[in-house]
């Protein structure tokens, strides 16, 4: 069954340190979020591609974060500086146009 | 700012008991998709609304979306202790296509 990819699963890094993370969405899926889940709160959309183009990264704070997707395929989510605030859940998923999105794992990041 | 409001927060029942948990968007939806997380877990896609005023069963689970394409609405009938989770409303933003999370609704069971 086809999954997203997503790796680390699992992060701890100093305050003002640079972080990093990929996700490999599903095959043929156009669609690829970025989510940031604080525990006990809803998945927040940081950025939402279509192929290589951003359809929405309103919500990144674009000081500090940056996502690309260079070839339309998979995709990277930077920190740098990460601040002790950053500390949560980094969901990516994937979908086709309008459809169900499926999502990874998600990278547990601790900044400390 | 968030788009899609979710209540309640928690809810606690006893197993037997109905639940139901509601979604409403500030803007019109393309479509709406309900999700739900397990602890420790990543959210799994139950179901999508595309129509106005759809209405959808998956055995127990009754998912409405509203005429104006702004509300929808998840009701469990006769919950069961693997019903325990967080259900998740997600809006497709019309224009946008961003796709939006409430906040979600934490559902506990008493066995």
């Known amino acids: 069954e086809a999954e997203v990819a997503q790796s680390p699963r699992y992060k701890i890094t100093e305050k003002s340190q640079a972080v990093a993370f990929w996700c490999d969405p599903i095959?043929?899926?156009?669609?690829l979020y970025w989510y940031r889940q604080i525990l006990g709160q809803g998945p927040e959309l940081l950025v939402q591609f279509q192929d290589e183009s951003v359809v929405d990264d309103s919500q990144l704070p674009k000081d500090r974060f940056s996502a690309e997707r260079l070839k339309g395929v998979d995709s990277t989510l930077k920190i740098q500086p990460a601040e002790l605030g950053d500390s949560a859940m980094y969901l990516c998923?994937?979908?086709?146009?309008?459809?169900?999105?499926?999502f990874g794992q998600g990278t547990r990041l601790t900044v400390v | 700012g968030q788009q899609v409001m979710q209540i309640p927060q928690y809810q606690h029942v006893q197993e037997g008991e109905d639940f139901t948990t509601y979604c409403n968007s500030s803007t019109t939806l393309s479509n709406i998709q309900w999700y739900k997380q397990r602890p420790g877990g990543h959210p799994v896609f139950l179901i999508q609304?595309?129509?106005?005023?759809e209405v959808k069963k998956q055995k127990r689970l009754t998912f409405q979306f509203g005429e104006a394409k702004k509300n929808s609405s998840l009701h469990i009938t006769a919950t069961q202790t693997t019903d325990v989770g967080t259900y998740f409303c997600?809006?497709?933003?019309?224009?946008?296509?961003?796709?939006?999370f409430g906040q979600g609704t934490r559902l506990t069971i008493n066995p």
């Open positions: 609304l595309v129509k106005s005023g």
């Open positions: 997600a809006g497709r933003i019309q224009g946008a296509q961003k796709l939006v």
């Open positions: 095959s043929g899926h156009a669609t």
């Open positions: 998923a994937s979908s086709l146009w309008e459809a169900e999105a499926f």
